[in-house]
């Protein structure tokens, strides 16, 4: 076993953990706020992929400081969705939401079609060659620079969430919806602010991811997929889980293939698993979680 690449591996899926985090966040928050699963979130982050890719085919600026243009829109998107469509569905059967949600994640998915076409996309960064050497180690700059902003924007929002008043308003309507509407708070809004918030988070990270993978309009179905499993692995509506989660999921789904590898040859099997089956790494974890601590890790607690 070459110890030195499961290092160099570890560390490249930690630094896409914290893009991962970021994603995982805004669903997160948009659960543990309304109840509600938003299955159109892998669809949203890549709508916000193309928005930064637009905004570098138009402009040349990069999409690590157009990030935030993906944001916003994202927010206005995602504050509308709710106001028209999440919001007439809060109180059905959690059958019924799905098939809404689901209808929002295809309507997404072929409209990137229709605006930006099928084939993938791979664009340039005028960071994406470079690199920086720390002893045996390389860090790649592209997702040092995704992995250092999600950090950013993630404590950012928590900071947002504990400190202002429409946070604390988000946090009160998250507790207790009944008592929030008895003190005044204007929940509908608060909603609407809370899915803005978790579709601006998902933008921006799709904004960040732009640099390091193809753009297509059918990568959001698995990232949904991934951003449930960090959910349900850190806890369903804990934020502290999601940010855990998402670094356990990068740094499983990168050295997951690798080690398993090395068990095959080391019993005999001449046998390779290829890392584009790193989804099975991870939904070994979560079948192994929801057997052993179906809560999730951070299940329960608040934060």
């Known amino acids: 076993m070459n110890l030195n690449l499961i290092l160099q591996l570890a560390l490249n899926g930690f630094l896409l953990g914290g893009v991962y985090s970021l994603i995982a966040l805004g669903l997160s ?23 930064a890719y637009t905004i570098l085919l138009w402009t040349g600026i990069d999409p690590f400081f157009s990030f935030l243009v993906s944001a916003v829109i994202l927010f206005i998107l995602g504050y509308l969705l709710q106001r028209t469509i999440v919001n007439r569905i809060l109180d059905f059967p959690e059958a019924m939401q799905v098939l809404p949600l689901v209808g929002m994640g295809m309507v997404f998915e072929n409209s990137a079609r229709l605006i930006w076409g099928p084939d993938y996309i791979s664009p340039q960064s005028r ?11 390389t860090i790649d700059s592209p997702r040092f620079m995704a992995f ?31 008592g929030a509407c008895l003190v005044g708070t ?61 670094f356990i999921i990068g740094v499983a789904e990168s050295v997951g293939p690798e080690l398993i590898t090395n068990i095959f040859h080391g019993i005999g099997l001449d046998l390779d698993f290829p890392h584009t089956m790193k989804q099975v790494v991870s939904f070994f974890i979560l079948i192994v979680i929801m057997i052993l601590r179906p809560q999730g890790l951070f299940g329960g607690k608040k934060g």
């Open 127 to 137: 960071f994406a060659l470079s690199s920086h050497s720390i002893g045996f180690f």
């Open 148 to 178: 250092s902003i999600s950090i950013i924007i993630t404590f950012l929002v928590l900071i947002f969430l504990k400190k202002t008043d429409m946070g604390k308003s988000i946090r009160a309507a998250a507790d207790n919806r009944l």
């Open 29 to 51: 928050l948009i659960f543990g706020v309304m109840r509600v699963i938003n299955f159109a979130h892998g669809e949203m982050m890549v709508w916000g992929m193309y928005v």
């Open 186 to 246: 204007n929940v509908n809004k608060v909603y609407a602010v809370c899915f803005g918030i978790g579709t601006a988070c998902v933008g921006a990270a799709g904004g960040l991811l732009v640099p390091i993978m193809p753009l297509s309009p059918y990568i959001g179905a698995p990232f949904t997929l991934i951003s449930f499993i960090i959910v349900i692995l850190g806890g369903m509506g804990s934020l502290t889980g999601a940010m855990i989660g998402g």
